[in-house]
């Protein structure tokens, strides 16, 4: 970034600057975070006045800090030094106006001030939201320099998720068997999305153990459905046969081991399988990305050969599309080019060479991809690489567990995202939540199966 200020000896009166800036939701966090400021009339999804609506209004002192940029990033520019500024609020501004922030000399005066006009409207209609007077202490050396950074913030907060969830309220509810939902994470996030309204949860497993964890969390269960079965691989088998009775839209996994219910799922006679491969799919909520990143496969195909790779690209194509998303495939290995001596790098090109030849359907698929250039254009372009994944892929495959399992809890420890997990491949979606998961981890995975099974009418 380069920055020119001027000195008192170079401004006259007259002199102008102006910038404008997109008011976005972010916005709105960063200077609560920033201020300590949480009133909810200033924050994006808070209704303060009970009319339905969120206020959403920018905080006066916020649009007075835009004011505050262009003074001191353009006029008089870096070295100046506020001494007064008085304010006068007129409108206020909410995420998605442009503001126009203007300023404009007055006069120059004794000992190296400056008075200036300030102004903030908004840029689409000129509706006034503040005016002012600022005087400030003019730099007098000359500034310009080239090389002024500043790190680049990334808000912490789970817009795709919020949107996967805002969708999935307005589809019917969904009827959602949960095996042995009898402690208070299982438990509290199929209450919590019953709540939304996006699921209708029944509750399968021993019933004195599941009303004593609803007791525990101080909830109310008596308006939904518990059925009393005895045995973890038992109470999953009974949820099979409520998919199987047309009775249950999806399963959940509640406080059993992954292994017990894939057990009941997959078995031949009672099961849930339904040709293809079962695989696992994160749908990551990764702050700072333009959309979820999906990975593959991460919890249930420990080696997948090529065969099940197929399956799980076609299932992670098939569940982004449920959830409007443009399916771009990157095949993950550790490098970009094949080379025979790595299994997967030659994976990844059969699955891609397959995909051209309609042997995997309703997405791009390319690979093999090293993981800086699926994700990274800069990188894609370092390599050449060029079409419609590099770069910007939103799905990812793993090679193996270890990869995809890494790759997930990279994304959930260090890059702060949140993770909602799915088995696909059955009858039905199967909800795969793990102890450690979030609130808003668990409700987005009820969002994702219930959009899922929207889409697919009940087939995955």
Known sequence: MRLVNRTYDEIEPGDSAELRRLLTPDDLYVFAASSG??????????????????????????????????????????????????????????????????????????????????????????????????????????????????????????????????????????????????????????????????????????????????????????????????????AATAACGLVHEGRAAAVMKGHLHTDDLLRALLDKATGLRAGRRF??????????????????????????????????CQNAIDLALSLGMEPRVGVLSAVETVNPAIQSSLDAALLSKMADRGQIKGGLVEGPLAMDNAVDMGAARTKGLKGGVAGQANILVAPNIDAGNMLAKQFSFISHAEGAGLVLGARAPVILNSRSDSPMARLASCAVAALHHARKGGAT
């Open 279 to 312: 695989t696992h799919v994160f749908v990551m909520d990764v702050p700072g990305r333009p959309e979820p990143v999906m990975v593959t496969d991460a919890a249930i195909n420990i080696a997948p050969d090529l065969a099940a790779k197929v399956d799980i």
């Open 37 to 234: 400021n949480f009133n909810p009339m200033h924050l994006p999804n808070a209704d303060t006045d009970g009319d339905g609506h969120p206020e959403q209004i920018a905080p006066g002192l916020f649009v007075a800090s835009l004011i505050s940029a262009v003074l001191g990033t353009q006029l008089p520019g870096p070295g100046a030094l506020y001494r007064r500024q008085s304010l006068e609020f007129l409108g206020s501004a909410h995420p998605g106006d442009e503001l126009l922030c203007r300023v404009e000399v007055l006069e120059k005066l004794p000992e190296g001030l400056v008075r200036l006009a300030v102004s903030a409207t908004k840029a689409a209609d000129g509706a006034p939201i503040l005016t002012g007077v600022a005087e400030l202490l003019a730099p007098r050396v000359k500034f310009d320099r080239d090389d002024v950074e500043v790190p680049g913030l990334i808000v912490q907060r789970h817009r795709h998720f919020e949107a996967l969830v805002e969708r999935a309220r307005a589809l019917p509810t969904a009827p959602v068997a949960v095996v042995c939902p009898d402690d208070a994470n299982s438990l509290g996030g199929a209450l919590l999305a019953a709540k939304e309204g996006i699921i209708l949860p029944i509750l399968v497993g021993e019933a004195s153990a599941i009303r004593a964890a609803g007791e525990a969390l101080g909830a109310d269960l008596s308006g939904f459905e518990i059925l009393d079965v005895s045995g973890d691989v038992e």
